[in-house]
């Protein structure tokens, strides 16, 4: 199985290390992984401004990038997502087909290709599960607490399975950040109050590293940490796994 | 943009947000204890969802088998097109009663035809007989919450406004008192009732009766005390059949305030010997909304207000910010329809966290309705100058690799070196409440290719 | 017309055909104490429960308020007797307590049905400040599916679920029991 990892264009950029992470990571695990040269973005922040039919040309190049991969992998549940849910109509072909349905967040592809069920890691920090939105309630890589039935967590699992971590127990355990794309911009007080309530939840619950599957979570919630010196730092699953298993 | 500037005037008292957020966030605990107590919470939102989608694609079929039954039982039916011809129905009711005072319940649907400023302007003396309603009839205001009206007032608030109108103790702000004297004041307004109103939770086609569900007894109070009992419902109100009410009831009182039931879930067949019931059924745009390919499942909503109670949004911004009848989630999925101009910005008024979808206990995929209402917004041609450019900008950059990567570096390279007073200003909301984050020397792509040395 | 037009809107827009979903077994654990459910569920809910053995237990309660100075509308006997007012006073001191025989109970909510023959006048159950319902233990159904198959909608023109006393949470959120109908609310079983 050869493997095509695609790093979102704001991890590209501002968190490359969680783009090495993942890859080290995949390596460490036997997976036959690489990542094409000249990815960009897969169209989600046009998308969800309305401009969805104007990303033709962002989808169009994504898709010729990656079709001739058995499987892709991103650290990323809401670009995933966006390739599975809103690539324009006029693109459905046998080769998005194939990209849609052999595409993997992270997690996700540990966990249901991997068939991974611990990781042999060590991580002996307090830390605080994010649940990012697209990966709960878009792929349901865990059951949201809105619904009813046996709680899951792919992320969840994963973390709880290396020695000496404390995953601590939120008051809200998947509301979300407020990171939203555009919204952060648009509708940035309320934006800025959800990442603020979500780090305070963190914080009184004891949580010293706040984690999560998609980076645009943590960035939003890193920058509110940093403009109040709060004491905790932010680390993408990725990260946490290979500084785990290394 | 409209809902950004009301939700951070809201926002600037921070103490009375959190304070807004957490009333309502208690009641979606309330409701998560009821979903996970009764074992079979999914499957009765899919059958639910399943019985309303039936419904809608019939409608028309049960809409005149519903009042065909409905007259049977001596039921007067009267159909509105519109919210207009709907004030007017009621005015001429009440005109050749030639009764000058209407008592009310609860009904969303009379907000959204705006009947209460109409029918006072015709000298009719209307009188809200929810404690909510009235409480915010008294503030002259509007309802914030579909069912927790004044979920924005503190009881200091209500008390001091029952101080003027009321005559209560000055300084009394428990609400037992309170409540107590409302129950007094309206009590007078009950017995005396000649024209009463409610609203329509379930009209069964069947049957050719309704149901109106309330934890106060006011609608009950008004209507069999008056001769003539006047009930608006929306052409969507109507389900098959009996046995459906037990789905819907299971879910409503659940969904709405974490109640297995209502207290009172009156069931309207006949006029009492003697007396009136008229039904009056609204469109306002309803039944052109059903011929919306992907927004027609919005009329599958049964006004619980779960999503309202979760949204994250909805609580830190307050129902006015929404600037509509309906606000939250569910309000911004059906008031574009209304004036999408005016409106435009409520679908963006959200970060698509989905949270609304999940609790909608008719499976109404909420967020999804409002990703596709942001791209009507754009294709006419309602979204802001500013952010088309941009965005415009962005994807011409996005779609050009060696752009992209060239304008990547750039933007590093110049966050690195920009003295901070110019990174964080008014230029910059994000950088309002936010650090940037810090800018990395390489790019992902620039250390694979030192690294992995592949094409 | 305005029917016409709104029906005709509705059929040009209707979506495509959709069937009604199979009725499913929608059930909760069938060995719960039916009884001990509906105690629990009409207490939550605010009411009083009082679980008698026999009915003459009722009667006895009920003339146990009569001594204590309570004026009480009986109309559990199910018939247009001396006990039934014909036109009961609208001022709510001369209706302290009404009591009405209740045909269906549901265990999932504590909720129990009456109409129009128990009540005999519609707004006996809200004026009244003290409403009693009887209730035999053995019309306690688990939930709402199997109580719509027991109510017959159509033999009188109004019905009720009561599933206890009148309230509210309008102001802060602070419950209050006792808004606009009755401010107590007793189940007597047996």
Redesign the interface.
């Known amino acids: 199985m050869k493997a095509g990892l695609f790093i979102p264009c704001y991890i590209d950029q501002f968190y490359p290390q969680v783009g090495i992470d993942t890859l080290l990571l995949l390596e460490k695990l036997g997976v036959e992984i690489e990542s094409p040269a000249n990815q960009t973005c897969c169209g989600q922040p046009l998308a969800n401004s309305g401009m969805e039919k104007e990303t033709t040309e962002i989808c169009s190049h994504f898709i010729q990038l990656f079709s001739s991969y058995d499987t892709i992998i991103s650290p990323s549940g809401s670009c995933v997502l966006h390739i599975k849910e809103h690539v324009p109509e006029s693109l459905h072909d046998e080769a998005y087909f194939h990209v849609r349905d052999n595409i993997y967040e992270l997690t996700e592809f540990l966990t249901d290709v991997l068939k991974i069920e611990g990781m042999d890691g060590h991580f002996p920090h307090k830390v605080g599960l994010h649940q990012s939105c697209h990966g709960l309630r878009g792929l349901r890589n865990g059951k949201s607490s809105e619904l009813a039935g046996n709680g899951f967590s792919k992320a969840r699992d994963l973390l709880s399975s290396l020695k000496d971590i404390h995953l601590v127990d939120l008051d809200r355990t998947d509301e979300c950040c407020g990171f939203g794309g555009t919204f952060s911009v648009f509708e940035e007080a309320v934006s800025a109050q959800m990442g603020k309530d979500r780090i305070h939840d963190h914080m009184i619950n004891g949580a010293e590293i706040i984690t999560a599957t998609d980076m645009s979570c943590l960035m939003h919630l890193e920058g509110v940490i940093k403009r109040n010196r709060q004491p905790l730092r932010v680390m993408h699953i990725a990260e946490i796994l290979n500084t785990a298993i290394s | 943009m409209k809902h950004a500037q009301a939700a951070k005037e809201f926002l600037s008292n921070g103490p009375r947000t959190e304070w807004h957020s957490q ?1 309502l966030w ?2 979606r605990q309330k409701r998560d204890i009821q979903k996970d107590e ?3 919470w999914e ?2 939102r ?2 639910a969802s ?2 309303k ?2 419904t ?5 079929q049960y ?2 088998e519903f ?1 065909t039954k409905a007259v049977q ?1 001596g039921i007067r039916v009267h ?3 519109n919210a207009e ?1 709907h004030n007017n129905i009621v005015l001429e009711i009440l005109q050749k009663a030639d009764v000058r005072k209407l008592v009310k319940s609860k009904s969303m649907l009379t907000e959204e035809c705006h009947m209460n400023p109409f029918l006072m302007e015709k000298g009719i003396d209307v009188i809200e ?4 309603e009235r ?1 915010i009839q008294f503030a002259d205001q509007d309802p914030s919450h579909i069912v ?4 924005h ?3 200091e608030e ?1 008390g001091k406004l029952f101080e003027r109108k009321l005559d209560t103790e000055s300084g009394n702000y428990d ?2 008192y ?3 004297a409302a ?1 007094k004041h ?2 007078e307004h ?2 005396t009732a000649e024209v009463a109103m409610t609203g329509v939770n379930f009209a ?1 086609a069947e ?1 050719g ?1 309704f149901a109106v569900c309330t ?4 609608a ?2 008004g209507v ?2 008056a001769s003539i009992h006047i009930a608006s419902m929306g ?1 969507e109100k109507v389900i ?1 059949r ?2 459906h ?3 819907f ?2 879910l409503l009182a659940r969904s709405a ?1 974490g ?14 010997e003697g007396r009136e019931i008229h039904l009056i ?1 609204v ?1 306002n745009g309803r ?2 909304h ?2 919306k ?1 992907k927004f ?1 499942r919005a009329l599958k909503c049964i006004r619980c207000g779960a999503c309202l109670n979760t949204c994250p949004v909805y609580r830190l911004s307050g129902g006015h910010s929404y600037g509509y009848t309906i606000p939250g989630p569910i309000g911004s999925i059906l008031t574009p329809r209304v004036d999408l101009k005016q409106y435009s910005d409520l679908p963006f008024a959200s970060s698509l966290c989905g949270s609304c979808t999940d609790v909608c206990p008719v499976k109404i995929e909420i967020h999804e309705q409002l990703y596709q209402w942001r791209q009507e917004v754009y294709e006419q041609k309602q979204l802001s100058g500013k952010k088309k450019l941009g965005l415009r900008f962005m994807g011409r950059i996005l779609a050009r690799p060696r752009l992209y990567h060239r304008s990547g570096k750039f933007a590093r390279k110049a966050l690195k070196i920009t003295p901070r007073f110019l990174v964080y200003n008014r230029l910059n909301p994000w950088g309002r409440s936010r650090d940037m984050p810090a800018p990395p020397k390489q790019s992902f792509q620039e250390w694979y290719r030192e690294n992995r040395n592949k094409s | ?3 016409a ?3 005709n ?13 199979v ?2 077994e ?4 069938r060995d719960m104490d039916l009884l001990q459910e509906f105690i629990d ?1 009409a207490e939550g ?1 605010g009411s009083d429960t009082e679980n008698f053995d026999s009915f003459v237990k009722v009667g006895a309660w009920i003339k146990q308020q009569e001594k204590n100075g309570k004026s009480v509308t009986d109309l559990s006997q199910n018939s247009i007797g001396k006990d039934h007012p014909s036109t009961p006073a ?3 001191e001369k209706v302290d307590m009404v009591v009405i025989r209740g045909q269906i109970g ?1 265990a ?4 129990v049905w009456i109409d ?1 023959h128990d009540m005999q006048i ?2 006996l ?3 009244t400040s003290h409403l009693v319902l009887v209730l035999e233990k053995v019309r306690i159904t688990p ?3 199997e ?3 027991r ?1 017959d ?2 033999q ?19 419950l ?1 029991i ?5 401010i107590e609310h007793t189940i007597l079983l047996y």
């Open positions: 009333a208690y009641v009764i074992g079979d499957d009765l899919e059958q399943a019985i989608e039936h809608l694609s019939n409608l028309d809409l005149e009042e039982n159909w509105a097109a011809e007989s929810d404690l909510g409480i927790l009206p004044a979920i007032l503190k009881k209500v609400p037992q309170l409540t107590g129950r309206l009590r009950f017995v069964i049957s009766g934890n106060e007894g006011n009950d109070m069999h005390h052409i098959p009996k046995e009410l037990a789905v009831l299971r305030t109640q297995p039931i209502t207290t009172y879930t009156s069931h309207f067949q006949k006029p009492a059924i469109d039944s052109e059903l011929g390919d027609w | 017309m305005s029917k037009q709104i029906l809107s509705i059929s040009k827009n209707k979506p495509a055909q959709a069937d009604l979903p009725p499913q929608i059930r909760k654990d569920k809910a609208d001022d709510d549901v999932e909510n504590g909720a129009e519609r707004k159950p809200f004026l939930d709402m599916h109580a719509y198959k109510v909608l159509e009188s023109g109004f019905g009720v679920f009561i599933a206890g006393p009148s309230k509210t949470a309008d102001i802060e959120q602070s209050v006792g808004a606009h109908g009755p």
